[in-house]
């Protein structure tokens, strides 16, 4: 009777445990969810400060489609020096951006149509839900990060320069 009595207590542990690791790849695979980062299509960036007299150069990940904007930089647990996320608006518009399931901390920069920094939300909240707003009209927001604006010298007024932005040149 022992002998049945522990066989059932393991059986009644590892169905729960299998059932969540099904769950998980059933839930991975259908929303592509990458439980380990791949290196992704990478774009040259530089920002032009008033503080500094040369540009700074990032590779950053464009999220083009509404998924990639809505996973952005989800899940990560690290991002090298000098990478980052650009997220693209069609128009000038009111952002609204989150910390849900991102494990490190994030500078955001809202940047408007002409390339200009408009606001910077620094070292943002990990797994936070809170909703970090652009406070005015943007045409993308550049995930950095956390500390790198402060550290390189980033502020409202300085100059994003890549493709997306009228920059008058």
């Not at 049945?4 to 929303?31: C, D, I, Y």
């Not at 500094?52 to 809505?70: D, H, N, T, W, Y």
């Not at 943002?124 to 995930?143: D, M, N």
């Amino acid at each position: 009777m022992a002998s049945t009595s522990h066989h059932s207590s393991l059986t009644r542990r590892a169905v729960p445990t299998a059932l969540f690791a099904f769950l998980l790849a059933v839930f991975a695979a259908l929303w592509q969810v990458p439980l380990v980062h791949a290196d992704a299509e990478l774009e040259q960036l530089t920002i032009t400060t008033a503080s500094g007299p040369a540009p700074l150069s990032f590779m950053i990940e464009v999220a083009r489609s509404p998924r990639q904007k809505a996973l952005g930089l989800m899940y990560r647990r690290s991002l090298a020096d000098g990478r980052g996320m650009l997220f693209p608006y069609d128009e000038e518009q009111e952002v609204s951006m989150w910390m849900k399931n991102t494990y490190i901390p994030l500078d955001m920069l809202f940047i408007k149509a002409d390339g200009e920094i408009h606001r910077v939300a620094a070292m943002t909240e990990p797994f936070s839900e809170r909703i970090i707003k652009s406070e005015g009209p943007v045409k993308a927001v550049l995930e950095i990060a956390g500390g790198d604006a402060k550290r390189l010298g980033i502020a409202p007024g300085d100059k994003v320069h890549h493709p997306l932005f009228d920059t008058g040149r």
